[in-house]
C-alpha cells in the first residue's frame, strides 16, 4: 500500500471514529435519561421516506420544500473542497443564489444503502445520479452522500448535516 493511500486510509479512520463518537455523544445528551435508545424501524423508513421526499422536491423545483427539510443550523460540507455552508439561510444562498436562475434538475435517483443511529441522531449514506441544467449549461454526475438527522421537538426528522462526494461533473453535449 502506498503512502499516500495508508495516509488517506488513516484519515478516513479517524475520521469516520469522529464522527461515531459525536453521534454516541449526542445522542446520549438528546434522550431523557442518558440511555442509548436504539431508531425503531418507523424511524428508519421515515428517514428513507425524508430522503425520497428531498428528491421529489428536488424534482419539482420547490425551494421552500427542499430547505424544509435542513434544521435551521444545518450545515452543508460540499465536494471538491469547498468552503462549509452554515445555517438555513445560508444553505438557501448557496443553491438559490438570486443572481442566478435556480438549478433546473433533470433526474435525480438517490439510494439510500444504511441508516443508523441512536437517540434522537441517525444517518443515512447512500449513493445517487443527478442530472440537471445550470447557466443554460447541462451536466450529469455520480456520487456518495452522507445526511445526519436530527429529530426536532415536534419529532419529525431533518437532515443536520450533509456531505457529498463526487467527480467534477461532466458537461453534457447538445443533442
Not at 436562475?101 to 435525480?108: G, I, L, N, S, W
Request: one cysteine or more; glycine letters at 6%; a negative charge.
Amino acid at each position: 500500500m502506498s503512502k499516500p493511500f495508508q495516509a488517506i486510509s488513516g484519515i478516513r479512520t479517524a475520521l469516520l471514529f469522529s464522527v461515531m463518537v459525536f453521534l454516541s455523544a449526542c445522542g446520549q445528551q438528546a434522550t431523557d435519561n442518558g440511555a442509548e435508545r436504539p431508531l425503531t424501524e418507523e424511524d428508519k423508513l421515515a428517514i428513507i421516506e425524508k430522503c425520497n421526499s428531498l428528491t421529489n422536491a428536488w424534482l419539482a423545483g420547490d425551494k421552500d420544500k427542499i430547505l424544509y427539510h435542513y434544521s435551521w443550523d444545518a450545515v452543508l460540507i460540499p465536494h471538491h473542497g469547498e468552503e462549509q455552508i452554515v445555517g438555513r439561510d445560508a444553505i438557501e444562498r448557496y443553491w438559490f443564489n438570486p443572481l442566478y436562475a435556480p438549478p433546473k434538475v433533470h433526474r435525480m435517483d438517490n439510494n439510500v444503502l444504511e441508516v443508523v443511529g441512536a437517540g434522537n441522531y441517525a444517518f443515512a449514506r447512500g449513493r445517487g445520479m443527478l442530472d440537471y441544467e445550470f447557466q443554460n449549461v447541462h451536466y450529469s454526475n455520480t456520487g456518495n452522500f452522507f445526511h445526519v438527522f436530527r429529530r426536532n421537538n415536534n419529532g419529525d426528522w431533518e437532515i443536520f448535516r450533509h456531505v457529498w462526494t463526487d467527480p467534477v461533473p461532466v458537461q453534457k453535449q447538445p443533442q
